[in-house]
């Protein structure tokens, strides 16, 4: 038997890079969980995708048919126009976030994903309540870090500046 699940994500950074954060909601029937954590260094593109990854990796059960709601076009994009299996046969070479594309992969096969794009800031009360999860998460101390940002950035092999 497959489970239904609505899952609303978003990401946030201020600064590009910057301290960044994410927030989630889940929701399945009568059941709802909301998720939250902030990193000190990222990108928006790395939140929200780590968003939709932390979303499907809450799930206990494999087989669930999820709705993915994202105001991210850069994550809805990637998968419902099938670019990232593109770039996943090339190794993700000269793509961007390689280390969460491949996690999203492997999460993502366990079940039954269908995303829908969202206009963000527009009245919609659970993509609005993940966005003030999100810059909440990277408002508070103690941050997380993304070890593999940091890493890229530190070896110079990224530079926003």
């Known amino acids: 038997m497959a489970y239904q699940v609505i899952i609303y994500t978003d990401g946030a950074a201020s600064g590009n890079p910057g ?22 260094r990222t990108t928006n593109n790395r939140m929200e995708l ?6 499907l990796e809450a799930l206990r059960y494999p087989g669930m048919d999820v709705t993915v709601y994202s105001d991210s076009r850069y994550v809805v994009d990637a998968v419902e126009k099938g670019w990232v299996f593109g770039w996943e046969k090339k190794g993700f070479k000269g793509k961007k976030n390689p280390d969460l594309w491949s996690r999203f992969l492997q999460v993502y096969r366990k079940h039954n994903v269908r995303f829908v794009w969202i206009k963000g800031h527009a009245d ?14 990277y408002k508070q101390p103690n941050l997380l870090i993304d070890k593999y940002y940091e ?7 990224i530079n926003f500046g």
Request: aromatic letters at 4%.
């Open 19 to 40: 301290p960044g954060g994410l927030g989630v909601v889940l929701k399945a029937g009568t059941l709802r969980k909301e998720l939250a954590f902030g990193f000190r």
């Open 50 to 55: 780590l968003a939709v990854i932390l979303g």
């Open 124 to 137: 919609n009360p659970e993509n609005e309540r993940c966005d003030r999860l999100a810059v909440n998460a």
């Open 151 to 157: 890493s890229l950035e530190n070896e110079g092999l």
